[in-house]
């Protein structure tokens, strides 16, 4: 890795000395993650597990010794962060040759891994990287493989539904194995053996398509949360992955404009329009005010709520002028009490599933998510929602590193304690590579104004805006927010705007 430095641009740019410090300790982190697939790999691939690639790439952590597809964009971030854009140059040509080679991205770099992918971050990794270096050459050398990863999903991985009577393709994790995945035979096997032998194909079969999702495995996939023979992904039209596609749309015709190819941007963006239209159909609930998966075999929206509602705003798939409507979700998320916890966001709030992507467990990519969607909207009190979250999220992570020294997979949000959520081989390790990079990347993007010393008052609008004067309304927001003067001008500013429009 020539490209690293010790002292990065934008990390030693952050204001606060020991968040500082701390995003300069995960910085040294990369070189212990960095792994080369060898030679012998390339020349003899039956002796191995490994796939070969042909350049550099960071490992997971903790177990973990191959890449894994969706963690890869966290890693890109981070490591866009830590100024390293020849090793994520490299990532991304590693994922060219996999899908020259084999037409699509595997769920990570082993062969048992090659029935099923991950989700479609491939498109998005390209866009950070060329919005960062504007490396138009290499832009064009991925083009035919970045439309290739989109046909792929839309050729292998769309179902077409039935709602009030019109028809919608959507998007779906769908994997083609119906047997026992090889490196979880056992665990796999004893989950569908209570079953009649003539369903157990279907559970091994939901049991893979979960595990393409990448949460595996969530109460999110099963019809009764505490048994994993009631795992039924095949009926789930996952909100988030609709999101992601709608978002892969986007990017796509925009780096085709930045090509020059005003054509493919143009159908592209008729592609995505439509699909804009579908995906409020299938998945938008006007009652509750935010996105929902959607259920096959009932033909309705699913009423739990996990945070993957919010990822629509991440990928902002959505009418440019529907602010009504990201207010809702941002109610929905605080009304169902997601976002209520002292460190971060829970995968879910079911609770006694046992499974690892639900509550109390928090992951990098969901806060991820869920922040920068807050954050990228242009409405000051979802984006101080945003900051409040970032600073948990953060300062949870910091108060575990100087507890023990290591960044874990995943952490415990709902206590008041540092712990993290378990010890098992996952998490002990020194760095993990999603939770660095995304760490890496808050810090740079609030890099003025996080600190590990503040303590963010929450606030509850609803308590706030009550149809109060504009003068009372204004020094209430003053008595919130004290000093913080930045923050304080865009709240007077929503506040003016909130009671021009009541």
Request: net charge negative; glycine share 4%; with cysteine.
């Amino acid at each position: 890795m020539e490209d690293w430095s010790d002292e990065p641009e934008y990390l030693i740019a952050i204001e606060d000395r020991e968040l500082r410090q701390f995003a300069l300790e995960i910085n040294a982190l990369w070189k212990k993650l960095c792994h080369i697939v060898k030679p012998e790999v390339k020349s003899n691939p039956k002796r191995y597990s490994a796939i070969y690639l042909p350049y550099e790439f960071m490992i997971a952590g903790g177990r973990y010794r191959e890449f894994h597809y969706w963690d890869t964009y966290w890693i890109i971030k981070g490591l866009l962060a830590s100024g390293m854009h020849d090793t994520v140059k490299h990532i991304l040509q590693n994922f060219k040759y996999l899908i020259e080679k084999y037409g699509y991205i595997p769920n990570g770099g082993r062969t048992y891994m090659l029935q099923r992918t991950q989700p479609p971050f491939y498109i998005p990794m390209v866009y950070e990287y060329h919005t960062v270096t504007a490396d138009d050459e290499f832009l064009l050398s991925v083009m035919s493989t970045m439309e290739a990863e989109f046909e792929f999903w839309k050729k292998h991985r769309t179902k077409v539904i039935s709602k009030k009577g019109k028809n919608y393709t959507v998007f779906q994790y769908i994997s083609p194995v119906n047997t026992p995945r090889p490196e979880a035979y056992r665990s796999d096997f004893l989950a569908a053996e209570s079953v009649p032998e003539i369903k157990r194909r279907q559970i091994w079969t939901d049991i893979n398509s979960a595990a393409e999702s990448g949460w595996d495995f969530s109460s999110r996939w099963l019809s009764n949360s505490k048994t994993m023979d009631s795992i039924e992904t095949s009926n789930i039209v996952p909100v988030d992955l609709n999101a992601l596609m709608c978002w892969n749309m986007e990017i796509l015709a925009h780096l085709h404009g930045e090509i020059g190819d005003t054509s493919r941007r143009a159908e592209i963006n008729i592609e995505r329009a439509k699909f804009v239209d579908t995906f409020e159909a299938v998945f938008f609930d006007d009652r509750e005010g935010s996105w929902f998966d959607f259920n096959l075999n009932t033909g309705e929206r699913i009423d739990d709520t996990y945070p993957s509602i919010a990822v629509p705003l991440f990928t902002e798939c959505y009418s440019s002028l529907n602010n009504p409507m990201l207010v809702e979700v941002l109610g929905t998320l605080q009304r169902k009490g997601l976002l209520q916890f002292p460190g971060g966001i829970p995968a879910s709030l079911i609770r006694g599933s046992n499974q690892q992507w639900d509550y109390p467990n928090g992951f990098a990519p969901i806060n991820h998510m869920v922040i920068e969607g807050l954050r990228k909207s242009n409405h000051p009190i979802m984006q101080q929602k945003a900051f409040e979250l970032a600073n948990r999220w953060i300062n949870r992570n910091y108060e575990v590193y100087q507890s023990d020294h290591k960044l874990w997979q995943r952490y415990d949000v709902a206590k008041d304690h540092i712990r993290s959520s378990d010890d098992d081989d996952n998490n002990n390790e020194e760095g993990y590579g999603w939770t660095n990079g995304a760490l890496l990347d808050l810090m740079v993007t609030y890099s003025k104004r996080i600190s590990v010393s503040d303590k963010i008052t929450t606030v509850d609008v609803s308590e706030i805006i009550d149809n109060e004067p504009a003068d009372i309304l204004i020094k209430k927001l003053e008595d919130v927010f004290g000093s913080w003067i930045v923050v304080k001008k865009r709240l007077i500013r929503v506040a003016s705007y909130i009671l021009k429009c009541s």
